[in-house]
């Protein structure tokens, strides 16, 4: 990679909108493929320039170069401490460097007049940004990823009735309160934040993610080359593909997992890393669980054979964490064609989709008599199950594509006026 500016393919349209996300291309984790694609899909209706960190997760140690337009978007990336993101003092270090530098840049290259989209993660990221953006004259929208306190809640991380939820709560207020608009990307966040705004008459949009439909799709699991490798091809296999982290119900599943050990056609497979693959790690070993299998994350041009070598995909998040975020793995599940079995509270935007789309089962976080019944009638539904998977690739096709993700945030973004108009 070339560390040189390219001219523009196409002329600018009218109106600068900044983009600005920890994660950006040629990060890969799910919110910088999410905030390329955004950004990208937007050039043809405005000037996007893009303010980010160097690549932390996927692409950890890759240097991407400081200044550089990709697919006419032009990208700043800012200095900051890459550690390692598993350990919370670290991974603050991260946040704290990741802010300042991207203030600091806010307030040189931000303009009057100019708009910006600010991903909310990591949770200070966004109050930089708003700072950044008031002092300059510009107008920010905030894109919702997680909500915070409610995920550090839900995790454990802190008390619900602690001062610092307090603090949080009343910060929050402060951003929401100058914000042009907020967008979430699921339907129980919009109604949490509707009771977290109330009275400040903000505009609150729901844009879900996407699929990635070009590139996931449903293909044989009798040729997949990863069942074959591990040798899973006759039995009964669960994949949970994504994210290991905190707000993960990963205890759930492995609970399950002891519990079924003697039933040798079903099995488990585990991709990915996070906080928890270390505990994971351990309690297979421990437990001796020939019937799990855990492997290291593989990239996004993979997922049409990983995420089809399974009879059922697994998603889950642990209790509390309803209307506080959306696994964006859904999606390309959805893509392959598989059927869902999610471990989620009701109301969730992943029962919703579930549900509505007949695609799967849900079963409350914690509650491991139940997700064990879930995949036993999972398994027993024989013909059925194919069904569901092609409902799945349906309603990725039909509600969940890229194309209509775009519209939305063209239409949601257009409606803000611009002072250079």
Not at 65 to 74: A, G, L, M, Q, S
Not at 311 to 317: I, P, R, T
Not at 381 to 410: C, P
Request: hydrophobic fraction near 40%; proline fraction near 5%; glycine fraction near 6%.
């Amino acid at each position: 990679m070339k560390d040189e500016i390219e001219e523009p393919s196409e002329p600018r349209a009218r109106g600068r909108l900044w983009v600005v996300s920890e994660l950006y291309y040629p990060e890969e984790t799910s919110t910088g493929y999410y905030l390329t694609k955004i950004a990208e899909g937007l050039v043809n209706q405005f000037e996007i320039k893009v303010i980010c960190g160097q690549p932390n997760y996927f692409r950890r140690g890759t240097r991407a170069p400081r200044r550089e337009i990709h697919k006419d978007v032009e990208i700043y990336r800012v200095t900051s401490t890459t550690f390692d993101k598993n350990i919370i003092l670290l991974r603050l270090l991260n946040m704290v460097t990741l802010c300042a530098s991207v203030f600091l840049t806010g307030l040189r290259r931000f303009r009057a007049g100019d708009k910006v989209l600010v991903v909310t993660t990591p949770p200070m990221l966004p109050f930089a940004v708003a700072a950044a953006s008031l002092v300059r004259g510009c107008e920010y929208t905030l894109l919702i990823h997680d909500n915070y306190p409610e995920l550090a809640i839900a995790v454990g991380t802190i008390k619900k009735r602690s001062m610092l939820v307090s603090l949080v709560g009343h910060a929050n207020r402060w951003l929401y309160k100058y914000a042009s608009r907020i967008i979430v990307v699921g339907r129980d966040m919009k109604v949490l934040l509707e009771k977290k705004t109330r009275g400040l008459d903000i505009p609150i949009v729901a844009i879900p993610n996407w699929a990635e439909l070009e590139t996931v799709v449903p293909a044989p699991r009798s040729g997949n080359a990863l069942l074959k490798e591990l040798g899973l091809v006759d039995k009964f296999v669960l994949l949970y593909a994504g994210n290991m982290g905190r707000p993960n119900d990963l205890e759930t599943i492995v609970e399950a997992a002891i519990q079924l050990r003697s039933k040798t056609q079903i099995h488990f497979i585990f991709l990915g890393s996070g906080a928890k693959k270390r505990w994971l790690e351990d309690e297979v070993e421990n437990q001796k669980l020939d019937n799990v299998t855990i492997l290291e994350p593989r990239p996004r041009a993979d997922q049409v054979i990983f995420l089809n070598a399974c009879d059922v995909a697994l998603v889950s998040l642990v209790e509390g964490m309803l209307g506080v975020s959306m696994p964006s793995r859904t999606y390309n599940i959805l893509a392959a064609g598989k059927p869902i079995l999610a471990l989620t509270e009701e109301g969730s935007e992943i029962s919703h989709v579930i549900h509505e789309e007949h695609v799967g089962k849900t079963v409350r976080p914690n509650d491991i008599s139940g997700f064990i019944d879930a995949v036993e009638e999972l398994r027993d539904l024989g013909d059925q199950l194919a069904e569901m998977g092609k409902r799945a690739r349906r309603a990725a096709a039909n509600k969940y594509s890229l194309e209509l993700a775009i519209s939305r945030y063209r239409s949601s973004l257009s409606s803000l006026r611009y002072e250079n108009d």
